[in-house]
């Protein structure tokens, strides 16, 4: 059987992954729009994460598999069409994951100095469609809209002191901008309150020890919570805690402070508001600050609703980040997709109504949870594909042609796809630049250039 992924993140990695361990014959082909793989991995994970990219030798070592082969460049929707990799192949998986941001829907979210964090994450981990983002951090405050593991991570980006940076992955350009960034205080906001923040423990932790910047947090926020939280499952509950700690604990700053140094950085978490306008500047410009209601909750823990109080309040801000979620998008008319919940509607992977056609990863089941998470995801849409394999839901008695067909019209369309071993070769180059610079890579970011190093 032939097998096509597209996509080549986590998702699209895992589903090829677990079909080529549990299936002694298949093949499996993994297209790319990119000339390089590994998604969210590579343009997602915040570049002080060095560890969370480890996933990336597994994901290699199944590319290297002389059953799997990797197709990048190559855009599914327009270069070739779903229908097309129908005829082609046995069985075609969708794992092209979440490639926009929710939007907040309320007036001034397009003036200059408002982005979103998926923007954002992609201008400093070097997504070509972000690289000339160009963000302004001139100001002195910045304001990030939601409470998850995004938003502390850019917390912690644009707080960081330049030489933990310096090693890392992160652009050149993003360091150099950093370098320049007169931001020294970053509100984090939510529209509900701690027990229901989305961010980990292993991130708050980081934020808080995070050399330079001082945590502050209201205590009148947190009254309580002590005794709310004590039947709450383990990770919320210690996360609380942690949270209550930090409020309380009169740091050894507030001591300098007396003496006059002051932590030259601060960060904050607000809690229970709700953006209602990004306020412009007096010649209407650029963002200035935000408006925000004023919320109280209904009903308890994840499940509560937060409701306007008809009370408001605006914070100044010259620079708003919305960390509210990412979204994906129908990728060919031929695909079903509800547009309410931002998925393809499946059933266990299998797409409704369209036999031979699955989706794992984010465009599954909505873009939440962690690379574990959606390794789970990944196996379980994995397992239906090789049940319907097995079980003769899918024909495999035609003999499908794979990448032969799909050659030909990428070929008449004037497509050249980029190999893994094409990947490698760039990959080299990165390793080498970033080596020169004393850190894990320099990324490319156009690209142009990256097909140029191999010759396309």
């Known amino acids: 059987p032939r097998v096509c992924v597209v996509g080549s993140g986590p998702a699209g990695f895992y589903t090829a992954q677990h079909i080529l361990k549990h299936h002694g014959r298949a093949l499996v082909d993994i297209y790319e729009k990119l000339p390089v793989p590994f998604g969210l991995v590579r343009f997602g994970v915040a570049p002080d994460h060095p560890e969370v990219k480890n996933v990336i030798n597994t994901f290699t070592q199944t590319a290297h598999s002389e059953r799997c082969a990797y197709y990048g460049n190559v855009t599914v929707g327009r270069d070739v ?158 996360l609380t805690e942690l949270m209550i700690k930090t409020a309380l604990e009169k740091p050894v700053e507030m001591q300098a402070v007396a003496a006059g140094a002051a932590a030259p950085r601060e960060w904050g978490l607000k809690f229970q508001r709700s953006p209602q306008e990004v306020l412009p500047s007096a010649d209407g410009r650029r963002a200035r600050g935000i408006r925000m209601a004023l919320t109280c909750l209904e009903g308890s823990g994840d499940s509560a609703k937060a409701i306007p109080t008809g009370d408001v309040e605006e914070l100044e801000c010259g620079l708003v980040l919305s960390s509210i979620g990412y979204r994906s998008l129908p990728l060919d008319p031929a695909v079903p ?87 490698e070769k760039i990959d080299a180059v990165e390793v080498a630049r970033g080596k020169a610079a004393g850190k894990a890579r320099e990324k490319i970011v156009d690209p142009a250039e990256m097909l140029r190093i191999i010759g396309h």
Request: with cysteine.
């Open 81 to 238: 069409t779903v229908p097309e990799l129908q005829q082609a192949y046995h069985a075609v998986v969708l794992s092209y994951g979440a490639e926009d941001s929710r939007v907040l829907g309320i007036p001034g979210e397009n003036l200059p100095g408002v982005y979103t964090a998926r923007a954002f994450v992609g201008w400093y981990n070097g997504l070509p469609e972000n690289r000339d983002l160009k963000p302004d951090l001139s100001c002195e405050t910045a304001l990030i809209l939601g409470h998850g593991n995004v938003a502390l991570d850019i917390a912690r980006i644009l707080l960081s002191p330049l030489q933990l940076l310096r090693k890392t992955d992160i652009t050149d350009s993003s360091l150099a901008a950093l370098a320049c960034s007169k931001v020294k205080r970053v509100w984090l906001v939510g529209r509900r309150g701690p027990l229901q923040v989305a961010f980990t423990i292993k991130e708050l932790r980081e934020m808080i020890n995070l050399p330079g910047a001082r945590a502050v947090l209201d205590p009148a926020d947190f009254t309580g919570l002590e005794s709310a939280v004590k039947d709450a499952p383990r990770p919320r509950k210690r």
């Open 337 to 423: 997709f509800d547009s309410q919940r931002g998925i393809v509607p499946n059933s266990l992977g299998r797409v409704e109504g369209v036999p031979g056609l699955y989706c794992s990863g984010w465009v599954k089941r909505g873009p939440t949870g962690v690379i574990i998470t959606t390794m789970n995801d990944s196996f379980d849409t994995a397992q239906s594909v090789l049940e319907d394999l097995q079980g003769d839901v899918l024909d495999i008695s035609p003999s499908r042609e794979g990448f032969g067909l799909v050659e030909s019209i990428l070929r008449s369309r004037g497509v050249r796809p980029v190999s893994f071993s094409d990947w």
